[in-house]
């Protein structure tokens, strides 16, 4: 059974950080491939970013390509979402993801946490 929480989200001002973390307790988090996926109010759910279970690939929209870095430490089960230069459009409910594909997890997941909310402040 994979149970996904997520942490770390607040209120962060425009060009500010936040990092958002996602436990996992499962013994089988190293043979998924993870995902960030965000949804604003009025909006359907989006990609945000993805990892490999490896660790060696990653995948980024194209709206947090170069401010956002997704990762992952097996050992610890638990994947992370680090957000620089925050801007007002990124806010939004935050959810972890998991899947066993690799190609799947960047449309849609198998498994999903219970979001956590980032206000970014202009």
């Known amino acids: 059974q994979v149970v996904l929480v997520e942490s770390g989200g607040g209120l962060v001002q425009a060009g500010g950080s936040l990092r958002l973390s996602c436990a996992d307790s499962a013994r089988t988090f190293s043979t998924y491939a993870m995902g960030w996926f965000r949804q604003a109010p009025g909006k359907k759910r989006e990609f945000v970013a993805a990892i490999s279970w490896s660790g060696g690939n990653t995948y980024y929209a194209d709206s947090v390509k170069g401010r956002f870095t997704i990762s992952r430490d097996n050992a610890k089960t638990t994947l992370y979402l680090q957000m620089n230069s925050l801007k007002p459009e990124d806010t939004a409910v935050y959810y972890c993801?998991?899947?066993?594909?690799?190609?799947?997890?960047?449309?849609?997941?198998?498994?999903w946490g219970r979001g956590t909310q980032v206000t970014v402040s202009s």
């Open positions: 993801a998991a899947d066993r594909s690799e190609i799947r997890i960047r449309s849609t997941a198998t498994y």
